[in-house]
């Protein structure tokens, strides 16, 4: 079974700190991604990634950065916690196709809250 | 731009009746379609998805997808509802080779015994 793993499931911040999300699959995906879950908002790409180093925003990139070094690791970086950054963020990747009929596999989920 | 539209915040069907969960959808170019399930606090796994071809598509745990594109729609579609289906449903796309996977803001679908 393809495996993305979320290294937190809780978090719990202060307003402004800085906060690292990791996210690690063992499948050899070519993308991986990163977005946030919100009620009656539904999933909103922050960042995808096809490759190593190579990263493009996606509709919500502000207040996030993300690196991707290794082929199986996309973390996410917040880089001054705000409240309104509170959410769920789930990572998923998925192999990479010509047509882009990409089917995603996700992680667990990392629940953040920022005080 | 790429994106899909769940009309229904809440959909609620008795159990053992069938089930439709809405979706519609604005690509450019040939549309790729898919449904997602996120039962309570599990993560989301994939159900179905269209690419070509035969515009039913079957899926996971019974489920089936019609596609029809003269109404940009992609409908989730189970024959008899079982209580083991509530969960929130979401439909997704992506277009023209861009990697790119967009959601809705899905249905939650409750299924009533």
């Known amino acids: 079974d393809v495996k993305v793993t979320q290294s937190s499931r809780y978090l719990v911040k202060r307003t402004g700190e800085k906060v690292f999300l990791e996210c690690v699959q063992d499948m050899d995906h070519e993308n991986m991604f990163w977005y946030r879950q919100d009620p009656g908002l539904g999933l909103r790409l922050i960042y995808f990634?096809?490759?190593?180093?190579?990263?493009e925003k996606g509709d919500i990139p502000e207040g996030y950065s993300v690196s991707r070094e290794k082929k199986e690791r996309f973390s996410l970086i917040l880089e001054s916690a705000s409240t309104n950054q509170t959410s769920m963020y789930l990572c998923?990747?998925?192999?990479?196709?010509?047509?882009?009929?990409?089917?995603?596999?996700f992680g667990a989920g990392s629940r953040l809250t920022v005080l | 731009a790429q994106s899909v539209a769940q009309p229904e915040d809440q959909v609620n069907v008795a159990e053992g009746n069938p089930l439709t969960v809405k979706c519609t959808y604005s690509v450019s170019g040939n549309p790729y379609l898919f449904w997602y399930v996120q039962y309570p606090n599990r993560g989301l796994q994939f159900l179905l998805k269209y690419i070509t071809g035969d515009n039913l598509v079957k899926g996971s745990y019974g489920f089936e997808a019609e596609f029809n594109k003269s109404q940009t729609s992609f409908h989730l579609k189970k024959p008899s509802a079982l209580v083991s289906d509530s969960a929130l449903y979401f439909c997704?796309?992506?277009?023209?080779?861009?990697?790119?996977?967009?959601f809705g803001t899905g249905t939650k679908l409750q299924v009533i015994p």
């Open positions: 998923a990747s998925s192999f990479q196709t010509e047509t882009g009929a990409n089917v995603l596999t």
């Open positions: 990634s096809y490759d190593v180093k190579m990263k």
């Open positions: 997704a796309t992506s277009s023209g080779g861009y990697q790119k996977v967009t």
